[in-house]
């Protein structure tokens, strides 16, 4: 498959479109706590939809995934479970924080520690500055974190000149420290996922070629001797040697799809942690009743629950389909979907009221902020053009046999 960088932008954009707006269905429940309707919200984001997905658009999944190394298995997992403790203060720093500012902060520090911190895991960091499209895709990032910092100076503006009453007419429960406190500890935990989601190539491998397919680490001119067949290759992604192999009448996954079992392992982390928190809290509080509570509207609680978790979980696709859009430059994604998470979250606080009552300073400073994240979407963008075209000049490399 040909990479397609603004393809990939797109993608990525409409994810983060996704991750702004998914909370607006849970403003709807009525009569239940928070945990009650968390659950519903968990039990789809994190378990139904990408299940069914995976299975639709994966349909190796399952032969995948008892055939994928038990290391990489644990570590989305774990990854997963980690984002799972971010995941539960994500909703409590929207409560402090409301929409706008609250998911400015945490997708901020989200971004900046999902994007930067595997390349320097991996030892690949210094790669970066080997290529323009390497720096340029770098700058993209420094940009969307400073487009970060001036949404958050905007919000601590926002602080300064609101009185206590102004505020909570947007937000009830505004509280500014708190807010802070848990953005803090909700990105920095978050970005485990985007770890987990990135940790798995074996296993898209697998799932791309076929599930008996042999997947070995190593240097593209060292072949191992367990390599073997006409149809071996090498992948610089992945930095190891592929044998494709398939198992009796499987059927392998086409390359946009092939990140779904990776996606599966590590929601199914996060989920392990949310289901156990929200029943921790069902029996703590008493609240086990509101999923039969007389006077509240159970059936609607559980569609918009549902219909939240169905949007949440549309930024993680948009995250694994786009990157194989984006060639070498994939590492972006990351950014690039915090990033327009922000702008879209900075939008619609501007349309749901957060901002009202504020100096033409302050909304300029939030505008400002939105339009550098806008940019950096377009910088990144334009790094995978520059990667694309690279390789276009490049003597052709061993590459992978023909496969959808």
Do not use: H
Not at 160 to 184: I, R, S
Not at 376 to 385: D, I
């Amino acid at each position: 498959m040909t990479a397609n960088p603004a393809l990939g932008i797109i993608i990525f954009v409409l994810g983060g479109l996704a991750g702004a707006v998914f909370y607006l269905p849970l403003k709807k429940v009525k009569n239940w706590a928070w945990e009650s309707y968390w659950l519903i919200y968990a039990l789809f984001a994190l378990l139904i939809v990408p299940i069914v997905l995976a299975l639709i658009k994966s349909p190796n999944t399952i032969s995948v995934l008892k055939a994928a190394p038990t290391k990489e298995l644990i570590y989305c997992y774990l990854c997963g479970a980690a984002w799972g403790f971010g995941g539960l203060t994500w909703g409590l720093m929207i409560r402090y924080l409301g929409v706008g500012l609250g998911l400015a902060m945490g997708c901020g520090l989200c971004s900046a520690a999902g994007t930067i911190v595997p390349k320097i895991l991996t030892g690949d960091f210094g790669q970066l500055f080997q290529s323009d499209a390497g720096k340029v895709s770098f700058v993209g990032v420094l940009v969307s974190l400073f487009g970060i910092v001036l949404v958050g100076l905007a919000g601590m503006s926002k602080e300064k000149e609101l009185p206590e009453a102004e505020k909570k007419k947007a937000v009830a429960e505004y509280n500014f420290k708190k807010g802070m406190l848990v953005a803090l500890f909700s990105g920095l935990m978050s970005a485990a996922l985007g770890f987990g989601l990135v940790g798995g190539p074996s296993i898209e491998l697998k799932a791309q070629y076929g599930s008996q397919t042999t997947v070995l680490q190593g240097s593209a001119d060292q072949k191992p001797a367990q390599i073997v067949g006409p149809s071996a290759f090498y992948d610089t992604g992945a930095k190891s040697w592929v044998a494709p192999s398939s198992g009796p009448n499987e059927q392998t996954t086409t390359k946009i799809w092939r990140g779904m079992p990776v996606l599966v392992i590590a929601l199914l982390g996060g989920f392990t942690v949310n289901f156990l928190w929200c029943l921790f809290l069902n029996a703590k509080n008493k609240t086990f009743g509101d999923y039969t509570k007389k006077g509240a509207p159970i059936l609607p609680n559980v569609i918009f629950g549902a219909l939240a978790g169905a949007i949440w979980v549309c930024q993680f696709v948009a995250f694994k389909t786009g990157e194989p859009r984006m060639g070498d430059q994939a590492y972006v994604g990351w950014a690039v979907l915090m990033a327009s998470s922000i702008m879209f979250s900075g939008i619609l606080g501007l349309i749901l009221g957060e901002w009202k009552g504020t100096s033409a300073k302050t909304r300029g400073l939030l505008g400002f902020g939105l339009a550098v994240l806008l940019g950096s979407a377009v910088l990144s963008g334009y790094s995978g053009k520059l990667g694309e075209d690279a390789k276009k000049a490049a003597p052709a490399p061993v590459t992978a046999p023909a496969r959808p």
